[in-house]
C-alpha cells in the first residue's frame, strides 16, 4: 500500500470507478497487480507532474503502471470511462445525459525541450508549443479533446474537435447549438458546422473598450474548465511526445475530477 498521497483516490472513490474498469483479458495470466495503486500512481503523476521512471517506490514498477496507462490510451479505454463519469455527472445534476449546448475554445502552451512532434508558434499569444481544443457542455464537462501544433488555425483545429465531437453519435443527439468567440467567428467555419454536423454557431465577442476581466456569457465556463486542468501540473506544459497522449491526461484530469464529485 502507498502513503496517503493527496492525490490518491479514496477506497470509496475507487469502488465506485471500479464498476467501469475492464476486467483481465480472458486467456492470459491471472491479474497480480492492485488496480487501486495502479490508478493512483497514474494519477500521481498526472497532479505532481513527474516522470514515469520518478515514481515513490511504494508504486507499483512504473514500466507496469506505464503499461496501463499506454494500452488504455490505444485501446480508447480512458476515453470509454470518461464518458461513462460524464454522462452519470449530468444525470447527477438533474440534465439529460446528452447536452444541447457546447462551447468551444482553445488553449496554447509552451511544450518541453524534448518534444518535437505537433509542435509549432503561435504568433497571437507568442508561444511555442501545442494548443489543446476542448469542446465542453454546460457544466464544464469535456466532450472532445483535440491537441495539436500552437500554429494551427482556431477554425482549422475546431474543425477536427468538432468532427470527434459529431463521432460520438447518440451521445450528443440533442446538440443543437455550438457557442464559440471571435477566434472561431467567419461565414465559412459557420457555414460549414451546419453542413457537416448540422449545428448552429453562436458567437459571442468581448464588449468593446472594456479592459480587465469580462464574464462572457457561456463562455466563461469552457474557461472554468481551463483553469480546472492548471490544477494538474503534468498539464501546467506540454511534457508529452505525442498529441494523443496529452489527450489522455486531459481526459484523465476530468476523470479524477468527476468521480471525486460521484463518490
Known amino acids: ?21 475492464p476486467p483481465p483479458k480472458p486467456g492470459g495470466r491471472p491479474r ?4 487501486w495503486e495502479i490508478l493512483n500512481a497514474i494519477f500521481y503523476v498526472l497532479v ?19 503499461t496501463y496507462f499506454r494500452n488504455w490510451r490505444k485501446d ?22 446528452s447536452p444541447s449546448e457546447a462551447i468551444i475554445d482553445s488553449q ?20 511555442k508549443g501545442r494548443k489543446r481544443f476542448i469542446i465542453v457542455d454546460t457544466l464544464g464537462l469535456i466532450l472532445r479533446v ?28 440533442r446538440l443543437h447549438t455550438i457557442w464559440v468567440d471571435g477566434g ?11 453542413d457537416f454536423c448540422r449545428w448552429i454557431v453562436q458567437v459571442v465577442l468581448r464588449p468593446e473598450q472594456t479592459k480587465g476581466f469580462v464574464l462572457l456569457k457561456k463562455r466563461w465556463k469552457v474557461e472554468r474548465t481551463f483553469g480546472w486542468l492548471m490544477g494538474c501540473r503534468r498539464l501546467v506544459r506540454d511534457y508529452e511526445l505525442l498529441p494523443e497522449t496529452s489527450e489522455t491526461f486531459i481526459y484523465l484530469a ?10
Open 146 to 173: 483535440f491537441v495539436t501544433a500552437a500554429s494551427v488555425g482556431e477554425r482549422e483545429g475546431g474543425k477536427q474537435a468538432l468532427k470527434r465531437v459529431k463521432q460520438m453519435g447518440k451521445a450528443v443527439f
Open 48 to 66: 505532481e507532474g513527474c516522470r514515469w521512471r520518478a515514481l515513490p517506490g511504494d508504486f507499483p514498477p512504473w514500466q507496469t503502471v506505464y
Open 108 to 127: 496554447s502552451v509552451k511544450s518541453a525541450a524534448m518534444v518535437h512532434k505537433a509542435v509549432g508558434y503561435d504568433a497571437g499569444k507568442k508561444i
Open 76 to 97: 480508447g479505454t480512458w476515453v470509454k470511462i470518461h464518458d461513462q463519469l460524464r454522462e452519470w455527472s449530468r444525470i447527477e445534476q438533474g440534465r439529460q445525459p
Open 1 to 21: 500500500m502507498s502513503k496517503a498521497y493527496p492525490s490518491n483516490l479514496t477506497r470509496a472513490q475507487y469502488e465506485f470507478l471500479c464498476e467501469i474498469i
Open 254 to 263: 476530468m476523470i479524477r475530477i468527476m468521480v471525486r464529485r460521484l463518490a
Open 32 to 35: 497480480e497487480v492492485d488496480m
Open 184 to 194: 472561431f467567428d467567419g461565414e465559412p467555419f459557420m457555414k460549414w458546422v451546419m
